[in-house]
């Protein structure tokens, strides 16, 4: 599930566990671990501006989610 946690927060999507702390408070952990560096650090150049555009659609994602 890393992975898919780390491109969803890298995709500026990490309202989608606001209000789940369990969650939240496992990403924190995973994050701290030596490991994860082998994946927050793959690739660097195709991150560099994908952040924003998850925030972009954040409004729509979350009226999706509601629905």
């Known amino acids: ?23 939240a408070d496992w990403f924190t952990r995973i994050k701290a671990r030596p490991s994860f560096k082998a994946i927050s650090d793959y690739p660097p150049t195709d991150y560099d501006d994908t952040g924003r555009d ?14």
């Not at 898919?4 to 309202?15: K, S, T």
């Open 54 to 67: 998850g925030l972009k659609k954040w409004t729509r994602i979350k009226e999706l989610i509601a629905s």
């Open 1 to 23: 599930m890393t992975p898919y946690i780390e491109r969803a927060d890298r995709l500026g999507l990490a309202g989608l566990w606001e209000d789940r702390s369990r969650v």
